[in-house]
């Protein structure tokens, strides 16, 4: 008989949300006691042995940690360009249109935090991508994330008008692009390898 | 200098106007260049096979009909003439458009989006092995309906032959070319807008 996965019997958030959830994995995470200073190399952040997803994708701990590399620039690398709020935007509305519930939940989040504009973000979650948003930088920044995720990609030459028109530099549309395509990787790993558990409490 | 590869594949050379833009995120651009190195220039290969991985990627590739193919189609046509003619003949029947798939029951059922189930002919298994071939149909599913995921395609998976291990990587494979194909896809754009 083939190993089995593991199955949870918790009722999975069936709606987007800003809250607080978990998520657990389908498939056994590496034990920690089996965690050598390759995959700690690969957590990038040792605190992150202690979350199953991470744990889980440690197994393949060169990817993981060129994955977390990646991620941390294109969100996190402040000279310049595009403003975190509208980077955390990109990734709810890549997340948004592939359906990652828990992805969406973490960044609508990161987005109303630095926007401080909770309710944009809800009516983008509760919606859809499509839902009116009257300031034109998030129109450009959700338009695009939405062209890119489609598959054939329909990014085009009237996207990069569109953010342009706003106001935004040519480094701020990169990390558009950047912030749109990296969530097309986390959200296909988020929703394939374990699922969202409920809010707390 | 070491190759990078969507630099090439957007046709950027240092002096280039992105090619000092995508310097503004240098490790960004290090790691999505580390990231296809640890994929495609891994030391562990016990638990999928380089051939295992130039097949997928130019599977996975060639069903978002991006340019960034033709790159997957010569790697894999080096490795392997036969199975690239058996992912080729299959393709046309494969591709489609997406996101589509269904949500969990409830307020976004009404969201529901209907799209193929694609499976691997009793050709193509016979062609290219029942494990490569179940790989094949989650690379579908992953590309097309990330959302239609379930502990049941894992379990597919499992029952192919794929080690737990082997699931992580080849799971980090599509999501990562999902990634890069859409790099390529937005900087090729914005190149033309310089």
């Known amino acids: ?59 393949d701990p ?16 402040e000279k310049g360009g595009l403003p975190r709020a509208l980077r955390e935007l990109a990734a709810t509305s890549a997340s948004r249109t592939n359906g990652c519930i828990y992805c969406a939940s973490v960044h609508s989040r990161f987005a109303s935090h630095h926007s401080k504009r909770p309710d944009d973000v809800q009516r983008l979650l509760d919606e859809g991508t499509a839902a009116e948003q009257s300031d034109p930088q998030w129109r450009a920044v959700i338009d695009a994330s939405v062209a890119l995720t489609e598959t ?34 986390a959200n296909r790993l988020m929703l394939s390898l374990g699922e969202p558990t409920p809010p707390q409490g | 200098m070491a190759i990078d590869v969507i630099d090439r594949l957007v046709g950027v050379t240092e002096g280039d106007a992105l090619y000092a833009l995508r310097e503004q995120r240098p490790d960004a651009k290090r790691n999505a260049q580390a990231s296809y190195d640890a994929l495609f220039a891994s030391d562990e290969l016990e638990h999928v096979s380089q051939l295992e991985r130039l097949a997928v990627a130019y599977w996975a590739v060639a069903l978002t009909q991006s340019p960034a193919a033709r790159h997957y189609r010569e790697l894999l046509a080096a490795a392997s003439p036969e199975t690239l003619a058996a ?52 690379t579908h599913l992953l590309t097309f309906r990330p959302r239609d995921s379930s502990a049941d395609a894992l379990q597919a998976l499992l029952d192919a032959g794929w080690s737990t291990t082997g699931i992580v990587t080849l799971s980090q494979l599509v999501s990562f070319l999902n990634f890069q194909l859409r790099v390529v896809a937005g900087l090729t754009a914005l190149k033309g807008e310089l």
């Open chain 2, 87 to 138: 992912l080729e003949s299959a393709l046309p029947g494969a591709v489609t458009s997406g996101p589509y798939g269904d949500f969990p029951a409830g307020p976004l059922s009404a969201e529901n989006a209907p799209g193929p189930h694609w499976e691997p002919s009793a050709e193509l298994r016979a062609a290219v092995g029942i494990r490569l071939a179940a790989a094949l149909a989650h």
């Open chain 1, 1 to 59: 008989m083939s190993q089995q996965v593991i199955r949870h019997d918790f009722d999975a958030p069936n709606a987007f949300t800003q809250e607080l959830l978990g998520w657990e994995a389908w498939l056994e995470p590496l034990p920690e006691e089996e965690l050598t200073e390759r995959h700690y190399d690969g957590l990038v952040d040792r605190r992150r042995a202690a979350n199953p997803y991470f744990r889980l994708l440690v197994r």
């Open chain 1, 62 to 77: 060169d990817i993981l940690g060129a994955r977390t590399r990646t991620d941390n620039d294109i969100f996190y690398n």
């Open chain 1, 152 to 185: 054939p990609v329909a990014f085009g030459a009237e996207h990069v008008r569109q953010l342009r028109e706003a106001g935004l530099d040519d480094l701020a549309i990169a990390d558009a692009i950047h912030g749109a395509a990296f969530f097309n990787w």
